[in-house]
């Protein structure tokens, strides 16, 4: 039936629908299967399970998860240093041998552990405070992703004394300062030395308030020397 000619048409809805159902089982066929949803490898995936199991069977092989776990890094890393021969797989489920993961923990680390070492809580921050120490990464695994650090290098410059656990080391301070007394601004002193602007002013605030203080002292030792 046609409503107005060369314009709207009416068709029977049974007929309509009939036609839809079987063009949606036709599709249907068509499509591929679903994959199921979340990491393949992950500790509460089939693979992952499974992997449990037969890590207690044999405590010389581990699983994705486990030897992610060891690193301190992503299945996704594990994933990568196994395609990149970082580490050798031997079989589908436990495919790494946990001396071998366990010597390169002892070699490389990864920047969620550098984190905690250092004190910093933003990707920014401890890039910044890496590339300011001159520690640039061993490799990548996936280019401006996933950098990968040599272990031994990011230990030594934690234990350093000039280094204060959990906040920013000293020397970041000193720069810093040292920028703002030659006339920089604090904002981009802050961009800079990789610290927060809030950090970065209560520095140069308390900074300020001792100067004052010490030319308040100096002024009064001269006042007392001269009576």
């Known amino acids: 039936m046609e409503l ?3 314009g709207w048409k009416v068709y029977p809805r049974g007929d309509v629908e ?3 159902k079987q063009r949606v089982d036709e599709l249907s066929k068509q499509m591929p299967r679903s994959h199921p949803t979340g990491q393949r490898h992950g500790p509460g995936s089939p693979l ?3 992997a449990a199991e037969q890590e207690l069977a044999d405590a010389s092989k581990v699983g994705y998860a486990t030897a992610a776990s060891i690193l301190g890094c992503t299945i996704f890393a594990v994933q990568k240093l196994a395609a990149t021969g970082h580490l050798t797989v031997t079989q589908k489920v436990v495919p790494f041998g946990r001396r071998e993961v366990e010597t ?3 070699r490389i680390v ?3 552990e550098i984190m905690r070492l250092s004190g910093y809580v933003s990707y920014v921050g401890v890039m910044n405070w890496l590339e300011n120490a001159g520690i640039e990464p061993l490799f990548w695994l996936k280019i401006g992703g996933v950098p990968v650090f040599d272990r031994a290098v990011v230990e030594e410059h934690v234990a350093r004394p000039e280094f204060i656990r959990g906040a920013h080391p000293r ?3 000193r720069k810093l300062l040292g920028m703002v007394e030659r006339g920089g601004s604090v904002h981009q002193a802050s961009i800079a030395c990789g610290v927060s602007y809030a950090t970065a002013k209560r520095w140069a605030s308390t900074e300020t308030a001792s100067d004052s203080v010490r030319v308040l002292a100096a002024n009064s030792r001269s006042r007392l020397n001269a009576s």
Do not use: V
Request: proline residues 6%; without cysteine; positive net charge.
């Open 4 to 6: 107005k000619s060369g």
């Open 48 to 50: 992952g399970k499974l």
């Open 104 to 106: 390169l923990a002892t």
């Open 18 to 20: 009939r036609a839809l």
């Open 110 to 112: 990864f920047l969620p």
């Open 171 to 173: 020397w970041i301070k």
